[in-house]
């Protein structure tokens, strides 16, 4: 008999949703609910589904235990992150005057704006933060007015950022670009954020920008922006004004040809606290709004036209994924600190940009330090960072710890100290909880409701029913097992939601081919897939261009890696471990050698990728560093070194030559002549490889030409006092340099210039 895990539950649409600490879900009928409370036996397939997602279990407590703790590890994988996000209020002064400024104390006419020094001292304690991966966002006010900060502040942090990637993101009003500052934007990869509310009208009203036409001028530098082929995403701020504008707000971001929307609530902070009953409205109008919006949107994406809403997205990818996203306000506990953090432009520090906000009204509860007296250790052992983690966990909050929704969601401290001037919010049914809890509920409809592919299918008349559940049958196409569509809970299954993807990106998108790239022990739900999108009456060319590309599994020394017994290595601790071990054999090669650490990246990374492209697509391989990491193998370290050589080589030339002084009749020996009929065949590897879908095509190929390189090398002097013999071996170097290193980027291989 099983046991009973701990679960929340609620009544919905005549059934119970179910949900538990690490994210699963799943609807039982009363009986089956019953049936459950009561440890009666269940269908099979019924405890079954409940056993694989941690609502029962048989076993061991503390095997059981183990087991979901490493899956809440995963669904709380925000927590292994250090501060990623660091958000640069580089001005307060606006050219806007928005009716719903959630700052709400900004200036158009005095100077507040961040120094250089200013900025120095926040880039610094930002680098200070463990995080490999930062992301700079550049807020105000409007940035813009601030340009040459945002200037010094990207060009500072790329000269001191060391092995740390930076993404940088602007988000701004966008009127007062220019030319200069776009191609500054450009030439820095700066994503670009703005806000558009709706259409013409409803723009103006609730963004007016004084002596000036807000959404002309808005639209206008969308437009600049996007014929330079800049990406440009808008968030969308909802208004007592939106309410009756769903179609007009969706249509307009579709006219504008942005491909995401933010549906985002009204935060009662700044003038849109103040300005309440002006702008505000209750949270029954805002999800009523908001239900229309999205009906609209999934309604567009029916007819091919691709929206994507901003809380759905961020939700689904929680509930059905069970993916760890770094969204501030949705986790728990929130992203306040450990997070984000926000740089005013005087210095002052603030857990994150909602703590700022706070400030602008007067309270400063929520910050932490200041540029000129803090570092990031300090900031993240502060007393409002600990208080910020203890009062946002939902886990630990009495009114969220019994709430169906409570993996999903999350709650602010710094809204609930300014509405109900306790960083704990006294009222579990508050204007926010109201908001996200019902948004939450819709989705859940949308996945309770049968898809529309069991739809299409019922209607051909092949989906038939089998001991509860709905399947296709498929042996009149050579398939013995039938494909199923719906258990008989009546829960989808595997295939039917990658039918749903099917049927969506023939809608979507043009494809010429869909390829599917997993384990070969797949092969068998593909074929049936493939075999019941024939019936969803979408065009033949779309299910012709539907193909799985099936590779084999990387197997330890111990055997195959299992998720259920632990046996796992992740990706993350493979790659550090692989830089680590990089590092460890150039310092005994080259001790003196410059810039280690970035060579060791490479040369770590490139081992593990080549390591796994050299071998057959379809064949297991067995994962040991020895052979990964041996420069004379045949092996990712041994190109890049080969690579390293050619380089060496022009370098003690001194110069490349030119083609036309290259005589062909110096380059007639047998070691020249084996390079030379391994560079004429590379088009032709190039081809095989995309015909055949098989990269280890290419790493053979390279490998070969390594080789043959180091033979040519070996038996033939380069640099030599006769100009003709040293032009034309110099050439030759260089053209393998060239195809070893054009090989090796298409295998996603870096290649070092020293090693």
């Known amino acids: 008999m099983y046991k009973l895990n701990y679960f929340n539950f609620e009544e919905k649409n005549n059934k119970y949703l179910i949900t538990n600490d690490i994210g699963e879900y799943e609807f039982l009928s009363k009986e089956n609910f019953k049936k459950l409370l009561q440890k009666m036996k269940l269908e099979s397939n019924v405890e079954e589904n409940l056993l694989k997602k941690g609502f029962i279990y048989k076993e061991n407590e503390e095997i ?72 700079f966002e550049f807020q105000g006010g409007e940035p813009l007015t601030n340009f040459e900060t945002i200037k010094y502040i990207i060009e500072y942090s790329k000269e001191n950022k060391g092995n740390k990637n930076i993404d940088y993101n602007l988000v701004s009003n966008l009127t007062l670009l220019t030319n200069e500052m776009l191609e500054f934007l450009v030439e820095n990869n700066v994503a670009i954020c703005t806000s558009i509310d709706g259409d013409h009208e409803l723009q103006n009203i609730n963004r007016p920008y004084k002596n000036y036409d807000s959404y002309k001028e808005t639209v206008k530098k969308i437009k600049l922006l996007q014929s330079k082929g800049i990406k440009v995403n808008a968030i969308e701020t909802t208004t007592k004004f939106s309410l009756n504008k769903s179609k007009e707000i969706v249509d307009e971001y579709i006219s504008l040809g942005l491909e995401s929307i933010f549906v985002r609530p009204l935060t009662k902070l700044g003038k849109a606290d103040k300005n309440w009953e002006k702008v505000g409205y209750s949270p029954e109008d805002f999800i009523s709004f908001y239900k229309k919006t999205l009906d609209y949107i999934i309604e567009k994406n029916k007819q091919g036209i691709f929206l994507s809403e901003g809380n759905s997205a961020i939700l689904l990818k929680k509930i059905l994924l069970k993916q760890a996203v770094n969204y501030m306000d949705l986790r728990s506990p929130c992203g306040g600190a450990i997070g984000q953090l926000a740089y005013y432009y005087d210095g002052n520090i603030y857990t994150c940009d909602e703590g700022r906000m706070l400030a602008e009204m007067g309270n400063d509860s929520f910050k932490i330090g200041n540029v000129y007296e803090n570092s990031y250790t300090e900031l993240m052992q502060s007393d409002t960072t600990k208080a910020m983690c203890i009062s946002s966990c939902t886990e630990c909050l009495p009114y969220c710890r019994n709430c169906v929704y409570m993996p999903y969601c999350g709650t602010c401290p710094v809204i609930n100290l300014a509405q109900d001037n306790n960083i704990f919010a006294k009222n579990p049914q508050e204007y926010r909880c109201k908001i996200y809890k019902e948004i939450l509920n819709i989705l859940f409809d949308y996945i309770e409701n049968r898809p529309e592919v069991i739809e299409i299918l019922e209607k051909t008349g092949k989906l038939i029913s089998s001991q509860g559940a709905k399947i296709i049958d498929l042996e009149d196409k050579g398939i013995n097992t039938p494909c199923i569509i719906e258990k008989s809970n009546g829960s989808t299954t595997y295939a039917t939601r990658d039918l749903a993807a099917i049927l969506y990106r023939a809608r979507t998108y043009d494809f010429d081919k869909a390829l599917y790239l997993t384990s070969y022990e797949q092969v068998l739900h593909f074929k049936q897939v493939f075999e019941v999108a024939k019936l969803l009456g979408i065009d033949k060319k779309y299910t012709d261009g539907l193909q799985h590309i099936p590779f084999g599994m990387v197997l330890l020394p111990t055997g195959k890696m299992s998720t259920r017994e632990g046996k796992v290595i992740k990706l993350e601790d493979l790659l550090n471990e692989a830089i680590q071990r990089a590092k460890i054999i150039i310092e005994e090669k080259n001790p003196s050698l410059e810039n280690k650490e970035e060579i060791a990246k490479k040369v770590g990374i490139g081992a593990v990728i080549f390591n796994d492209l050299s071998n057959s697509r379809v064949k297991d391989e067995i994962f040991e560093w020895d052979q990964i990491l041996n420069f004379q193998g045949e092996t990712g370290p041994y190109i890049q070194y080969t690579y390293v050589r050619t380089k060496s080589v022009i370098e003690k030339a001194g110069k490349i030559p030119e083609l036309k002084s290259v005589q062909i009749k110096e380059l007639l020996d047998e070691y020249s002549q084996n390079i030379i009929k391994l560079i004429y065949n590379f088009e032709n590897v190039l081809k095989q490889v995309t015909e055949k879908e098989e990269p280890s095509i290419l790493a053979r190929y390279l490998i070969d030409l390594a080789k043959a390189y180091s033979v040519f090398y070996n038996e033939n002097k380069i640099i030599t006092e006769n100009k003709d013999t040293q032009n034309a071996r110099v050439y030759l170097t260089y053209a393998v340099g060239q195809v070893l290193k054009i090989g090796a980027n298409l295998l996603g291989i870096e290649m070092p210039n020293k090693m």
């Open 64 to 135: 059981f235990a183990t087991k979901q703790a490493m899956k809440l590890r995963y669904s709380k994988g925000y927590l292994l992150i250090p501060t990623s996000l660091h958000i640069f209020v580089v001005s307060k002064n606006c050219n806007f005057n928005c009716i719903y400024c959630q700052a709400g104390n900004l200036s158009e006419k005095e100077n507040f704006k961040m120094t250089f020094e200013t900025a120095k001292k926040a880039v610094d304690i930002a680098l200070q933060s463990p995080s490999n991966y930062l992301s």
